[in-house]
């Protein structure tokens, strides 16, 4: 089991302890909605809810930010990331209705008021906001154009407004099909398992 506590700075006993129960909750949903395989489930902590925490290593939103998780998927990275920030509001957004079924099951059982669950297109969540966030939805060049437009002109966190996109491999080539300005995070330098090695936060500016 991971020790989120020493993994992410100043977390509260609370929300390590929801983070503890997402493993539970999810191999009882796998068992009826398939939203993640065996393999993962079996290092369900570091893969999943660890590598969504690489998102809060290399941002620490501001209370009241706006956060927008596209292609949330089983809820990831935003449901971990709306653990460690209560304060801050997360619309989960994601195409597939299996999966937003979890989704909403899990936040419902975690009692996160900070969460809304959104079952459509990015294009179509209501408002704006400060960062959208994503797991190896797509290529970038082909996502910034579904979500420049719902980011908000005016920031209130460390880094002007934008994208945090958790990534693997050689992104070489992927962001240099981007024109706008973006920035190489290795998490490797937060979590020392070999499955971080190649892994990064992508953060394209956006504003």
Same mark, same amino acid.
Request: proline share 6%; net charge neutral.
């Given at each position: 089991?991971v ?9 509260s ?10 493993? #539970?909750?999810?191999e ?37 930010s706006?956060v927008?998780? =596209?292609?949330?998927?089983g809820?990831?990275p935003?449901? #971990? ?6 304060? =801050? ?8 209705? /299996? /999966?937003? /079924? %979890? =989704?909403r099951?899990?936040?419902d059982?975690l ?5 809304t %669950? ?15 966030v994503?797991r ?8 910034? #154009?579904? =979500? ?6 005016n ?18 080539e992927?962001?240099l ?8 995070? #290795?998490i490797?330098?937060?979590? /020392?398992?070999?499955?971080f090695q190649?892994?990064?936060?992508v ?5």
């Amino acid at each position: 089991m991971v020790d989120f506590r020493s993994c992410v700075p100043d977390l509260s006993e609370a929300s390590a302890a929801k983070l503890s129960q997402l493993k #539970p909750l999810y191999e009882e949903w796998n068992a009826a909605i398939n939203v993640i395989s065996r393999k993962d489930m079996d290092a369900f902590d570091e893969r999943h809810v660890l590598h969504s925490l690489a998102i809060a290593r290399a941002m620490r939103f501001a209370a009241t930010s706006r956060v927008l998780d =596209v292609g949330t998927g089983g809820g990831f990275p935003g449901i #971990p990331l709306a653990i460690v920030f209560p304060e =801050v509001e997360f619309i989960l957004c994601d195409s597939i209705g /299996k /999966k937003m /079924k %979890v =989704v909403r099951a899990v936040v419902d059982a975690l009692k996160l008021e900070n969460v809304t %669950v959104f079952h459509g297109r990015a294009e179509d969540a209501p408002g704006s906001f400060d960062f959208v966030v994503s797991r190896a939805v797509t290529r970038m060049s082909r996502f910034i #154009p579904w =979500v420049e437009h719902k980011i908000s002109p005016n920031s209130r966190n460390p880094w002007p407004n934008g994208i945090l996109a958790l990534k693997g491999g050689d992104l070489r080539e992927e962001l240099l099909e981007v024109a706008q300005s973006t920035e190489r995070i #290795p998490i490797s330098q937060w979590f /020392k398992e070999p499955f971080f090695q190649t892994k990064e936060v992508v953060y394209v500016k956006l504003q």
